[in-house]
Each structure stands twice: as C-alpha cells, then as structure tokens.
C-alpha cells in the first residue's frame, strides 16, 4: 500500500511528463492542466491505497481516459457552441490570449551549459515535441507511455486498453515517423 508520502512523491514526479503528454494531446495549455489534474485528483481518490509499483499504470490509464473525456466534452460543447452563436448574430469578441504565457522557463540544471549548447539543445527539443505532437493519437499515446514514462509493451498495452503486439505496432510507426521527419531536417542522432 502506498503512504501520503509515496503518493505524494509519485504525482511530484510525474506531474511535467503528464502535463507535457495531456500538452500533446489537446494543444491547450490550461485544457492540459486541468486534465492532469483531474488525473492526478482521481488517482489520490480512488487508487491511493494500491501498492506504489501499480500507481505509473493506474495513473496512465486515469490520464489517458481524462484525456478522450475532454476529446468527448470538445465535441458536445462545439455542437451546442455552433447552435447558439447561430442564433447570436455572430459577435466575435476577441481573442484575449497573451503568447508570452506559452513560455517556459528552462529547469535550473540547463544553466549551467554554454548558451550555445544550452541554444542547440532547447531548438532540438522543441523540433522534437512539434514532431511528436503531429503523429496520430494512438501513436503519440504508445510512444510517450513507452519512451518518455518508460512503462513496459504490457503496462502499456493495459493503459491504452489493447494489445501488446498492437503497442509495439504504434511504438514501431511512431519511431519511423520521427525519424524520418528529423532527417528530412537534416538532423540525425
């Protein structure tokens, strides 16, 4: 069974990669943040007494489900959205959104690094992630469960409710895909 302390380290621990994952699913920054917390609420609520090894797929699979029901809400709410403002007159009321709260600010550690180093690796990074962000759902969902949270082909395949060889199918795509997307960039690693 897992104590506050160990629930509350594991969520600690967790909380950048899911939020990075809950980012590439929806592309909306307070969308993802409510998801993963959600996830995180629900976890503590229902599964905070399971032992600590089962809490990375338990947590996956929360995640993963709180993800399509936001998929499933989006959807309701532009149906009902597209009615009303037909009926509205159509006001646009502006677009409020400051791009400067989309930055992140690097983890302390990056400092250290020459800034032209420091440069190379943030521009790598972010090529990266828009690559990641543009693979098909299942794919994305397979490789950041097996890469980034470095859960196993079978706690993967319970995550996402499928298969093994089916994990290993979109695992496989996924990988092709992003490289051949960075060496149409011309960067190999």
Same mark, same amino acid.
């Given at each position: 069974?897992?104590?506050?302390?160990?629930?509350?380290?594991?969520?600690?621990?967790?909380?950048?990669?899911?939020?990075?994952?809950?980012?590439?699913?929806?592309?909306?920054?307070?969308?993802?943040?409510?998801?993963?917390?959600?996830?995180?609420?629900?976890?503590?609520?229902?599964?905070?007494?399971?032992?600590?090894?089962?809490?990375?797929?338990?947590?996956?699979?929360?995640?993963?489900?709180?993800?399509?029901?936001?998929?499933?809400?989006?959807?309701?709410?532009?149906?009902?959205?597209?009615?009303?403002?037909?009926?509205?007159?159509?006001?646009?009321?502006?677009?409020?959104?400051?791009?400067?709260?989309?930055?992140?600010?690097?983890?302390?550690?990056?400092?250290?690094?020459? %800034? $032209? !180093? #420091?440069? &190379?690796?943030?521009?790598?990074?972010?090529?990266? +992630?828009?690559? @990641? /962000?543009?693979? %098909? $759902? !299942? #794919?994305? &969902?397979?490789?950041?469960?097996?890469?980034?949270? +470095?859960?196993? @082909? /079978?706690?993967?395949?319970?995550?996402?409710?499928?298969?093994?060889?089916?994990?290993?199918?979109?695992?496989?795509?996924? /990988?092709?895909?992003?490289?051949?997307?960075?060496?149409?960039?011309?960067?190999?690693?």
């Amino acid at each position: 069974m897992a104590t506050r302390n160990e629930l509350s380290a594991f969520l600690g621990n967790v909380e950048r990669r899911a939020y990075r994952q809950a980012m590439f699913a929806v592309r909306e920054n307070e969308a993802a943040l409510d998801i993963v917390q959600d996830a995180m609420l629900r976890l503590a609520e229902k599964y905070g007494d399971k032992p600590t090894d089962e809490l990375p797929m338990l947590f996956q699979r929360i995640l993963q489900n709180a993800i399509r029901d936001f998929f499933r809400r989006s959807k309701v709410r532009s149906l009902w959205t597209t009615l009303l403002s037909s009926l509205s007159g159509g006001r646009d009321e502006g677009d409020e959104h400051d791009p400067l709260e989309s930055l992140e600010v690097a983890p302390r550690s990056e400092f250290e690094e020459a %800034p $032209p !180093r #420091q440069l &190379e690796r943030s521009q790598l990074l972010e090529i990266i +992630e828009q690559e @990641v /962000a543009k693979l %098909p $759902p !299942r #794919q994305r &969902e397979a490789f950041l469960m097996r890469y980034w949270e +470095e859960l196993d @082909v /079978a706690e993967t395949a319970i995550a996402m409710g499928c298969s093994q060889g089916s994990v290993k199918t979109h695992c496989s795509r996924a /990988a092709h895909a992003l490289a051949a997307a960075l060496r149409s960039k011309g960067i190999t690693l």
